[in-house]
């Protein structure tokens, strides 16, 4: 009985070594993770890989949930102190050219107790060195916190090292957008079917149907709207339709799942 129970506890033991690789920092990625398949290695490497998860914590039904990012089963850890209210997570980091395995979880404290949902890639993530890549996700969720999809997905785009966006506007932004003027703005009257649907626009959770919102019309936007029972819908605004207009009117009707 009792060797039976020493070989219990070594099989476990075995088990969470290989489930779990690890904890890195964000710094030591680089050097810590290497790539599922690896392309030529350059002599030097900057910040190639940028990964954003928006909307995951605010002050109310979602507060204190959090995100585990996992490269190749490595948990990366932030290299900034997180709050409780943290509502975007952007890691930036420098990794060696070839293909990742990315996905996360997101933890949320819905009722009395914590649930975990994952978001993941259908594909491995390519990195380059000559360029960046940048991976996106959006956490829509119900009024109650609870994301409206049990799995959640990741979206790939590669950028020149000359285009530099604002990624983390609570840390250091590579740039800061500038301020549109007044006459640059335009109200979005968002009507919907049901009303009280979340309302995202442009990444931004900004409230629940119906209401108006300001965005520049100098820009094309996107809203997306969802809500408990029905189908979650993009809406995608061209700015050449909107003229000289001062209220551009969105309605938008979902169906039932």
Known sequence: ?????????????????????????????????????QLELPDQITENLVIIINNVADEGSSYKNDIDLFINDHKINPDWLVSNTQNKYVYKLRMRPGYYKINALYNAYIGWGEDKYKIISEDLI????????????????????????????????????????????????????????????ITLQINTVPEHAQIIVDDKVVGQSPLRYDVSRSSDHVVQVSAEGYRTKTKFIDRTKMGAKDIFLVVQELERE
């Not at 088990?15 to 690789?21: D, T, V």
């Not at 920092?25 to 993770?33: L, Q, R, V």
């Not at 950028?159 to 500038?178: A, C, I, N, V, W």
């Open 1 to 37: 009985m009792k060797k039976f129970a020493i070989f219990s506890i070594m099989v476990v033991g075995i088990l969470i070594l290989i489930g779990c690789k690890g904890q890195v920092s964000i710094d030591e990625a680089y050097n810590a993770i290497r790539p599922v398949k």
């Open 126 to 185: 390519r990195v380059q060195h000559d360029q960046r890549t940048v991976v996106t996700a959006d956490i829509v969720k119900k009024p109650n916190g609870e994301p409206v999809n049990k799995t959640m997905y990741f979206s790939t785009k590669l950028e020149d090292f000359s285009s530099r966006g604002s990624y983390d506007e609570s840390k250091t932004p590579l740039k800061m957008p500038q301020k549109p003027s007044d006459s640059d703005m």
